[in-house]
């Protein structure tokens, strides 16, 4: 059930120039450095500065070559909650900066480029999630890991796409549930779990511009693939239909987070892979894989988002120690709950 009269939406973030660019852009320093010295100057520091470098699976592949961890959201949450370095320097966007700021509150946090927005996370403030609360107020408020720290302190639960069917399939059969923001997953987790959910009308650009058209006849062109589908893509409600239709070969179609879809390649006997998602994961599939063929199914599926985190910008993040990444106590405490009741369900 989607709630439409609950919109405006927020403008989606622009990062055509942001701080970060403008500083590494005119410090004299960085510009006269190579990658290798600006790899070389961050190795140096980061073991001056006890830091570990957490990347995203859409990162740049010379920033995923130099982190100490690439994963999903769900994997660089846990790894943050672990990590006994003084410092994380979170290659990816701001929420998920801010996920590591509410879990490791005695930490230093740094962003490359605090700009780094999401525009999934964009789409829905805490002052709309509250007046969505008081439409329904014996619901549970499940919020996607996408959103900013206000929003989860709103929530009862937090889920990623490696768990939301998990997290959804643990609640009591008779409560309402208010699933935020992203409407693709959604619709998604409600078919999986049968369970009916208002759903707030949210969509990233990069995933909602797969396309059911994008999908059509791939099989026909690659017999001998696996298709990988991101449950943020705007095809999958119609790709689960054709599934359950025998129009897609149920053997052969698989929905995953990003980390989900790198141990399927790992593993899988299929020799290609036609990946539905932003095509940042294919540098990690293609290591992790060196034998199989990756075909992405849109080619333009880029988050900008992702890819304003550069090397001279992490460079300067260990050299400068910017930008550190807070949440105000009484914010964090509330976001921490409901992101750590779904650390303790998956
Ligand atoms: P994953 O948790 O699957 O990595 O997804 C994060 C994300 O931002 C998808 O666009
Ligand atoms: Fe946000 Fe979409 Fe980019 Fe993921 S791909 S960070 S959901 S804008």
Redesign the pocket.
Same mark, same amino acid.
């Given at each position: 059930m989607l709630e439409t009269d609950l919109l405006p939406v927020k403008q989606r973030p622009s990062v055509a120039d942001t701080e970060a660019t403008r500083a590494v852009e005119q410090d004299e320093e960085i510009r006269n450095m190579t990658e290798e010295q600006l790899i070389e100057g961050i190795n140096r520091l980061r073991k001056e500065r006890n830091a570990v470098i957490l990347a995203h699976n #859409?990162q740049l592949p010379v920033i995923q070559d130099l982190a100490d961890f690439v994963g999903d959201s769900l994997e660089l949450s846990r790894q943050a909650a672990q990590t006994d370095a003084d410092v994380i320097v979170f290659c990816g +966007?701001h929420f998920m900066a801010e996920t590591a700021a509410i879990l490791c509150p005695d930490k230093k946090v740094l962003i490359p480029d605090p700009e780094a927005g $999401?525009?999934?996370?964009a789409t829905v403030t805490a002052e709309q999630v509250r007046r969505w609360k008081e439409r329904h107020p014996d619901a549970i408020v499940v919020a996607y890991i996408?959103t900013t720290a206000e929003v989860k302190a709103e929530a009862d639960y937090c889920c990623t796409s490696a768990n939301a069917v998990k997290v959804i399939q643990s609640l009591p059969p008779d409560r309402e549930i208010l699933f935020l923001p992203d409407m693709f997953l959604g619709a998604y987790v409600q078919r999986m779990t049968g369970r009916r959910m208002y759903l707030w009308p949210g969509e $990233? %650009? +990069? %995933?909602a511009g797969i396309r059911p058209e994008d999908i059509q006849g791939l099989f026909d062109r690659y017999p001998d693939a696996d298709l990988l589908l991101h449950p943020?893509c705007g095809c999958i409600s119609q790709c689960m239909y054709a599934l359950a239709e025998g129009e897609l070969p149920a053997d052969r179609t698989f929905v995953y987070s990003t980390s989900g879809m790198v141990r399927h390649v790992r593993t899988s006997p299929a020799p290609t892979h036609l990946v539905a998602t932003?095509v940042g994961i294919l540098h990690r599939m293609r290591k992790e894989a060196p034998h199989k063929r990756f075909v992405p199914v849109k080619e333009d599926a880029i $988050?900008e #988002?992702?890819k304003t985190i550069t090397l001279p910008k992490v460079y300067r993040s260990l050299r400068d120690m910017v930008y550190e990444v807070t949440v105000p106590p009484e914010i964090a405490d509330r976001a921490r709950r409901a992101i750590e009741r779904m650390l303790e369900i998956v």
């Open positions: #859409y +966007v $999401c525009s999934l996370a996408n $990233c %650009h +990069v %995933h943020e932003e $988050c #988002y992702m």
